[in-house]
């Protein structure tokens, strides 16, 4: 596996280097002060501690960051219409895909879904690596999910009709209700 930082015009053409000689090239193009891409950037970059045991002796993965300054170098990318920009080139550059584009379930931008996001490319076995394994992600987003949905029972607005004890609901006073929850409580779910 090979990392590359692409940081002047020079490195900039080594990418379509790598496209040209076969190599699965995952490509992360940032703009600097771009909010969404300091978010990315490092997620992408914890790529090579993760996938480095794995992958060290597959040299035909190429994994690479670079500036949106230096597109104007690398023929091989495509177009670029917003960042941070994530795509896969392969067969010589005839096969491009951009990560929204691609079949991973779960786009959030996390370690977990560009490492599914690059063994769906380079091969059809799941990862072994314990944070990026299929099982992994699947009890992540179950307990996710558990957790929004407890969150959403218990934390809408504050108290909800639902939760409200006998004693506080008995305790408002529907001609001058306190706040929007309150005002609600009085038009709709009081027994009159």
């Not at 970059?45 to 992958?55: A, I, N, R, T, V």
Request: aromatic share 8%; charged share 30%; glycine share 6%.
């Amino acid at each position: 596996m090979i990392i590359k930082h692409i940081k002047d015009e020079s490195n900039a053409m080594e990418i379509d280097k790598y496209v040209n000689n076969g190599k699965h090239v995952f490509v992360l193009v940032y703009m600097i002060g771009c909010g969404p891409c300091n978010a990315t950037r490092p997620e992408w970059s914890k790529l090579e501690s993760s996938l480095k045991d794995q992958y060290a002796n597959k040299d035909d993965v190429v994994i690479i960051d670079v500036d949106q300054t230096l597109m104007p170098y690398v023929k091989s990318i495509g177009s670029v219409e917003g960042f941070p920009t994530m795509k896969y080139i392969a067969n010589k550059g005839t096969t491009i895909e951009a990560y929204e584009d691609s079949g991973v379930k779960n786009k959030d931008r996390s370690i977990d879904s560009f490492i599914n996001w690059i063994e769906s490319k380079i091969t059809h076995n799941v990862s072994t690596n314990k944070t990026s394994s299929t099982q992994h992600l699947v009890n992540r987003l179950k307990s996710a999910n558990k957790r929004s949905h407890n969150k959403r029972s218990h934390m809408k607005g504050g108290k909800t009709k639902r939760h409200w004890s006998r004693k506080y609901k008995k305790s408002i006073n529907c001609r001058r209700p306190k706040g929007f929850s309150q005002k609600q409580y009085c038009k709709y779910g009081r027994n009159k």
